[in-house]
Structure formats: structure tokens, C-alpha cells
């Protein structure tokens, strides 16, 4: 019988991250004060990060030592499987080989964990005793969690109000974790009192969530802030997956010609793709690498590329990104880990670049591809990875009406365990597709004043 | 760095499931036919199981070979992980080497799938089209489900009212595989409108739901019976679990003194233990086994040893069990899993003659133990899981006291995501032990009126 799952040992997991930068032929331009508009140092970011998570964050080392600590820690869940998946293949009637690298085995149920060990411990190494952070969904608040439990440091998140009641599952399982979840937008904070002073029934939002959180750890110089994804530092400690799957496809005695994975800020994509991206950088190799979002939060493939603020309210340096605007406010899809208005740094310069590509899927064409690979793999993915499966089903569909066989990989970054009550409203008939209007997107990015680069 | 996890290939997922009935000194007495009291055949039990598991069911064939399809299926999840479990050892500052099987990695989430697969397995090879069960907290059914969808048949499940209002997440899984799920009890049978002639509002019972899941099944000859506990052939299938520990054992190194699972009809416990007591068997090993069960159900610790009815209404055959008598109502624990008044045959006779032991926790305790591991290992277990880990606790304690390394291995038989209120509750103080008077099993034990057995 075939091996459906590869699976790796231990001292297979990767000793060091790849850092994508040492092999970009463009490299992503400076981040610019929010006030001045000058490029800014590493040093302007020491208020809220240690320096360790700073230097990864500016550096163009091409591999960066994975410190044995956090290798430890990792062996929790690493190396994860990577599966063929032989059954959607039959499902499908493809003659494409489809694979997909498993991240929800860990704790916390997704890829998130392999960036918040390291950044909690490299905190921790700088005596910081505090985290704080925000959360949509709560997927990242629960892996920050996670990883301060283990290292023995407080954590706190603020975790978007509409979350905060809809999804209390996560809420209870940061609790569980031991840290402190509080409903943004709270009293404790400038940010927060003064949305609720014009609005006491603030729904929240994720641009709110992380106003209230960069607050706290500007006060407080044993407090420090924690990202999920988007900045380099956070897509440098996802390439463990990547470099995983390079040893696990070589194992399978094969090699993907597609590889596909959900793009919220960046972190999930990065984390499959940049450890096979070196081999079109190294070795001349073609692979196409397709991220896919929301449709209705279509930043890659509908939004610009120019200078913009990472959060809402415009307190954190402005990124050269491919961006909605700030100011967007993305529709309730149930895929919460996506509804982010901008791209990280790296992945909008390789996309400016055209080094990879970008397609949108509306909400219910997610579901239907999430509910085919549940029936047909049995493990039913959280609504995120949900937006992989639908580029992987049209790659497929494509190799069975060209008749040739390509060979797929794609991101099964989470599961769905905390996510069912968005099943059950796709089979109610509830979901809507949540299409998104040119005139919606002219009207966010018509109120940017942030500084344009020239195409 | 010591490996955390000791993983096997695919190609080491046992061959055999291992039966314990070839090597037991004493047989189980013969199930007695409800009405007649008389010994029954395996003929009896045709109009709900297909022939294949009725052979297993009685076979004492010490190897029973597991068929490559179902193989094959077991590779969706399986081999499951071994962990040592240092960071316990190191909160409880103990002597003991601890390690665990984690079985929460099957899409379930759970160890129930082992056996939820070659029961529908084998129910399709005998042309069967549907199977119904019932479902307690939600675990069962969703393995039922998961096995039923990977192998094209129908499934239906009776739930347990308060579960199916309470749980609404489980029941979202299920119609996620494709399975039909009954608020238990219904109208569509005699035993549901019985109940709710009665009582419109009844909150259900694990004991109606299986007359329910019964009148069904005997009523179509294409529709069979399935049960996620108990039975011999279930307990078997489950083998596959302490046979990749082993071998698991082995590689490390290392051979358990003590292993600890929770029971609740006894599959979880025999699946780990009764391929380490062919050992005792065998090899005159000492190796000590201990079921953990809940204060408020303790059949084992409290119950009697004598011929009970496996349902609440009376319809199945008498069994030799230790039974707290099928009329006891267990207290509504969280631990759905272990809220049943039997033990199965098999494990009933192994603690009559003093091969295996049992302890008793109560339900806070179990809370403590559970959430003492999720702090320490990071994995938050289900809280039938707690049960094992609060006797692990305890063996682990001992030797510290004593100042002698014990190696114990017990079963993280599953996660804790769909019981994320329960962890809730717990923190917020609601949580009661759930002790249980002597009165109280008195009670229920004076109405027996099935026949005993001599001791």
C-alpha cells in the first residue's frame, strides 16, 4: 500500500528559518515614519518588540539559527505530516497529484504556534514579562497563549468584541492556557475609552483590538506586543513548514509544480512557499506559487500597491503593501484569520514582481471546497484553509480538462473544531457569498492620503 | 536533545488486532437471553451486527488480522504519537518517567475511530446500508459519522437531548460527514413516543437512545446496530493503540511499570493495557494496569460483579458485568464519555481475578489533572482524559514520596475543543465533585432482579 502520510522525526525538524530577503531580486523599500514620513531604523520599533524579533525582522542573513529552546518547544507537534490526499484526487477524477502539509496537529489547531514560541521566547530572553496582543477569530490568541504558558509569561489579548461573545470556545481555551482575554474595545486603555465614548456598543475591530494593544506595551517597558503575521519577522519563523515539506516531498519522491495556501497577512503563505520559492531563486525551478484570499478582502488581486498603516487608527509605520486602505472594513466571512486590509512587506514585492500569484474565492465557494475535502480526506479544515482547497480544486479541474498531471501542495494550516458553527450555517443556507463592489474598493483606497510609489 | 515524541511509519501500523480472550486464565461467563435467562449463541445478536464482528465477537483466536482497507483508513491519522511527558515530571518534581498515547490526532478526535472504522467496514462488506447508534456526549457518534462518510454508507445517531442542546458543536461535526442526528427522544420510535408520552420534556438518556438506535436497526434488515464501547469486538479494535505503544516503548527504550486509562465502558482502557498484559501473560511481567473512573459512576470501585442488561430499558442480553445496575442515572459530569452503569465482560472478568485495578476520581480532581497537564504538556485534554491523568498524578506523587522512578504510560485518549465550557466552568468555580452516597448505589442495586453470580 502507498504511504499517505510523510512523516518526519524530530531531529528532521529544521535547525534554521529561511529568510526569503538574501534571495529577492527586489527588495521590499523602508518602512516610513507615520508621522514624518521618513524611512525609519530597526530602533524605532524597540518599544514594542525585543531586539532579537528586530534584527530578524531588518536582516538579509539567508538562514537564521532556530535557537535549540525553541526547537524543544516545537517537538510539541513537529514535524508535522504531509499527506497525499488520495482521496480528493478520486473525488475530483484528476490526474493531479495532490498533497497538503498538515499544521492543524498543533495545540493550538493551526500554523500560528511556530511563530509564537519563538517570539515569546525571544521576549522572555530579554527579561520582558509581559505580552500583549490582539485577536480576531482567536486563532492567534490562542497560539500566544499557548507559547507564554510554556515559557512562563503573562499574556494578555485584546480579542474583538463580535468574537469575543460569537466564538467563546477560543476565548475559554486562552483561559485554559492561563492568560487574560479581554473584550476590545475595553475601558483600560485611551484607544478603547474613546470608541466607547462614541459608541458604547462597539462591535470592535481588529484595526481597534490592536490600537488598545500596542497602548499597553508602549507603557510599560517589561510589557511587549506580539503580530501574528505580516511582518518579516513572523514570515521568517513559518518557513519551519515550508522547509518540512521540501524533506517530505523529496521522501515522496516528488516535487510540487503548484503550491497553494490561504493569504491573510502573509505569515501562512510565506510559511509554505518561501522554502520551495528558493529553488526557482537557487536553481532556475518554475514552481507557481497562488495565494488565495477572500473576495471580499481582495488586497492581492484588487487592491493597490503603495504605502499604508498597518492598523486602522494609523499608529504603526506605513509598509509598502498591496492594501484595501486602512480604513477597510471587510465583511464578516467566517474565515476571520483573512479579513486584513494589507499584504506583509515581502509577499506585496514578490507579487509587484510577479514571482507569485494571487486568486480570490467568495465565501461560499470556500465552504463548498472545505465540506468536498472534509467528506473526502475526513479532517475538516478551519474556514481559512477552506480558501486553499478552492485554487486547488480549479488547478485540478484544470489538469483533468488539459489532461496532464501536475503535482499540487497546498497549506492545510488549521482545522475547523472551533469553526463549526460556520458549517452549520453553510448547510442551513445562511452563508452569503459576500461579493465586493470596484465602488467599495474606490471609496477605501479614495480616502488614503498615505505616500504612493511610483509602478 | 531527548526526543519528545516517538513516532512510527505507516508501514508499522499493526497488522493483527490482539484478542485477550486466547491468553485470559478465566473465560467470561455467557451473555443470558433477556427473556429466558438461558445462554445464548452468537446467532442472537444477527439482526444488529453483520457476522464479521459476531465472530470477533466470541473468537478466541489470540490475532485477529486487521483487513488492508481498514489499514489503509487507520492511515489517515495512525500511527498516533507516544510522548514523554517531561514538562509533567518536571511540575510534579517526580522520579517518574511519564509518557502518553495521544490519540486526540484522529479528525474525531479521539481513540473511538479505531473502532468506528472496521464496524462500518464491516458492516459494508455484508451489504448493510445504514447504521445507527447512539451518542452521549458527542464523541462516539462523531467517529460513527467520520467512518461512515470515508466508506459511502448512511448513519444515523440518536443523541442525548441535553448533549444535542448543549453540545451543538459535536452534532455540527457529524452533519459535516453527512450524518442525520436525532435530538434522542424522538417520534419515530415506540421507545421515544413511550418517553415523551410520559414526559414531553425529558432531557433523554444514553439508555433510551440505545432502545432507540436498537428498535431502528431490528426493524430493516439493511440497517445494523453499532456501540462505541463494551463489546468485545470493540475492545479489540481499539488494540491497535497498545500495539504501536509497544513498539513505541520499545524504541524509547523504555518499558512501562504502570498503565492508566480512563474507563467508561472499557474499550480506552483495554485499547492500551491488554496489549502490554499479554505481556503479564505471556512473560510473567508485573506490569500494574489501572482504569480510572469517576467518582459518580464507579462501577468498578463500588459497583457489584453479576448479569446486568447493557441498556436502561432492558432489551439487550444479560451480561457478566460489574454494574452499578442499569436503572443508576449517573450525575450529569462532563465527562459524557464515562456516564455508562457497566463495565464490559472482559475487563469485568480481569478485575474479578485481580489482573488488572481500578480507581476512582471525582469530577473536580479530574479538573485539577487536567488542567495541571494542558499548563504543563500544552495539549488541553478531553475531560475523559482528566480521569487518567488524576491516577497519573497520584502513581506520580508516590513515587516521589517514595523516591523510587516508576515508568508509567497512560491514554490522552482525546482533546479537549469540544469541551471548552466545561474548562470554563471549572475557572468560574461551578464545577461539583459529584461524590455519590453508599445509599445511592444501594438504592440502585436493591432493584436488580437479574441473576447474580456466584463469587
Not at 498533497?99 to 495545540?107: A, I, L, T
Request: charged share 20%; hydrophobic share 40%; glycine share 8%.
Amino acid at each position: 500500500m502507498a504511504n499517505k502520510k510523510i512523516t518526519l522525526q524530530e531531529n528532521e525538524i529544521p535547525t534554521h528559518w529561511y529568510n526569503i530577503l538574501a534571495d529577492m531580486p527586489n527588495k521590499p523599500l523602508p518602512p516610513l515614519h507615520p508621522g514624518t514620513k521618513e524611512p525609519i531604523g530597526p530602533e524605532a520599533l524597540a518599544p514594542l518588540f525585543p531586539m532579537e524579533l528586530i534584527k530578524q525582522e531588518v536582516s538579509t542573513e539567508k538562514w537564521i539559527a532556530i535557537p535549540d529552546e525553541v526547537r524543544e518547544l516545537y517537538k510539541i507537534w513537529r514535524p508535522t505530516p504531509l499527506y497525499r490526499a488520495y482521496n480528493l484526487e478520486k473525488v475530483l477524477g484528476t490526474p493531479a497529484k495532490i498533497y497538503y502539509k498538515y499544521e492543524g496537529v498543533s495545540p493550538a489547531g493551526s500554523h500560528k504556534p511556530n511563530t509564537a514560541i519563538p517570539q515569546a521566547y525571544y521576549n522572555k530572553m530579554q527579561g520582558v514579562k509581559r505580552i500583549v496582543t490582539e485577536t480576531g477569530a482567536g486563532q492567534w490568541g490562542s497560539a500566544l497563549s499557548f507559547a507564554c504558558n510554556l515559557l512562563d509569561m503573562k499574556c494578555e489579548v485584546f480579542m474583538v468584541k463580535v468574537s469575543y461573545d460569537g466564538k467563546p470556545y477560543r476565548k475559554m481555551m486562552m483561559n485554559t492556557w492561563g492568560a487574560k482575554v479581554y473584550s476590545s474595545p475595553t475601558t483600560q486603555t485611551e484607544a478603547g475609552r474613546k470608541i466607547l465614548a462614541e459608541d458604547p456598543n462597539s462591535p470592535g475591530s481588529l484595526g481597534i483590538a490592536i490600537s488598545e494593544a500596542i497602548e499597553i506595551a508602549a507603557q510599560d517597558e517589561n510589557t511587549k506586543y506580539a503580530l501574528g503575521s505580516v511582518l518579516n519577522h513572523v514570515l521568517l519563523h513559518q518557513t519551519v513548514v515550508g522547509q518540512e515539506a521540501v524533506l517530505q516531498m523529496e521522501k515522496a519522491g516528488d516535487f510540487p509544480d503548484i503550491i497553494i495556501a490561504p493569504f491573510g497577512g502573509g505569515s501562512n503563505f510565506a510559511g509554505l512557499t518561501f522554502p520551495f520559492l528558493r529553488f526557482n531563486f537557487e536553481k532556475g525551478k518554475k514552481i507557481r506559487c497562488i495565494a488565495s484570499e477572500p473576495a471580499s478582502c481582495p488586497k492581492l488581486t484588487r487592491g493597490v500597491f503603495r504605502y499604508d498603516f498597518g492598523d486602522s487608527v494609523g499608529m504603526t509605520p506605513l509598509l509598502p503593501m498591496f492594501t484595501l486602505g486602512h480604513n477597510f472594513v471587510p465583511q464578516a466571512i467566517h474565515a476571520g484569520g483573512l479579513r486584513y486590509h494589507g499584504a506583509g512587506v515581502i509577499v506585496s514585492q514578490l507579487l509587484k514582481d510577479k514571482l507569485i500569484e494571487a486568486r480570490a474565492h467568495h465565501q461560499l465557494e470556500t465552504f463548498d471546497a472545505a465540506v468536498l475535502f472534509a467528506k473526502a480526506e475526513g479532517i475538516i479544515p478551519a474556514p481559512e484553509a477552506g480558501h486553499g482547497i478552492a485554487t486547488v480544486i480549479q488547478e485540478a479541474k484544470r489538469c483533468k480538462e488539459e489532461g496532464i498531471s501536475k503535482t499540487i501542495l497546498f497549506n492545510l494550516c488549521g482545522h475547523g473544531h472551533f469553526d463549526m458553527q460556520a458549517y452549520d450555517d453553510y448547510f442551513a443556507g445562511k452563508l452569503t457569498r459576500h461579493d465586493l463592489s470596484d465602488a467599495d474598493i474606490q471609496a477605501s483606497l479614495a480616502k488614503l492620503t498615505t505616500p504612493t510609489i511610483p509602478q
